[in-house]
């Protein structure tokens, strides 16, 4: 199968990874062979599988969070919350955290380059997995699916070009279902609609 990005009218589908890891993480998160931690891993690709079968491609995107934050530096006060529940964690929930982490990366470093995914593995330090596929979707002339539950990324639906699938309800959102759901705003003005919220 061809997994090399280009930029024929191919349909891809375009994995918020971080999204589908956590999501994971509360299904299968303590599964474990030879006593390793392999539940995330074993999730992802299960779920990579069900999405080829779903969709009928076997072209994906991988976008993967930066550990580092741009908008951070930017802003120091940005998902601040998220870092303070970290200070607040336990040990034993670090150890969690750290386990998840080591799984994410192996995924990006190890497994999914030994699938043959090398070439459709995308990050940018400093930026989050959102920004890497809003590049990916503005940039390539193909039909994207993403996967995510990021509403921000409603931005991106363009006609029958990008989709998002909604995984926990098994339903392909479309900018006609958008419009329909916000009184016919069209995607591209969601950002104002956000930054007013």
């Known amino acids: 199968p061809n997994r090399k990005m280009t930029s024929r009218m191919d349909k891809y589908l375009v994995l918020d990874v971080s999204y589908i890891c956590h999501r994971i993480q509360h299904i299968a998160g303590n599964l474990s062979f030879e006593g390793n931690r392999t539940g995330v891993i074993f999730g992802f690709l299960r779920d990579v599988l069900l999405l080829r079968e779903t969709h009928d491609t076997d072209n994906f995107v991988f976008c993967f969070d930066s550990r580092k934050s741009k908008r951070r530096e930017d802003q120091p006060h940005y998902k601040i919350h998220r870092q303070v529940a970290y200070d607040g964690m336990g040990k034993e929930d670090k150890e969690e955290a750290q386990v998840f982490r080591d799984q994410v990366s192996l995924l990006r ?41 990021d509403k921000d990324l409603y931005q991106l ?38 930054a007013m919220a």
Do not use: H
Not at 113 to 123: Q, S, T, V
Not at 173 to 193: H, K
């Open 109 to 149: 470093t190890s497994v999914l380059p030994d699938l043959g995914y090398g070439a459709n593995i995308f990050g940018q330090i400093g930026y989050e997995a959102d920004d890497v596929i809003a590049s990916v979707c503005e940039n390539l002339d193909s039909e994207f699916i993403v996967v995510s539950a």
């Open 157 to 194: 639906l363009d006609g029958s070009r990008v989709t998002m699938w909604k995984q926990a309800k098994k339903v392909l959102y479309t900018e006609s279902a958008f419009r329909q759901d916000y009184c016919n705003l069209p995607p591209v003005r969601w950002s104002e609609v956000k």
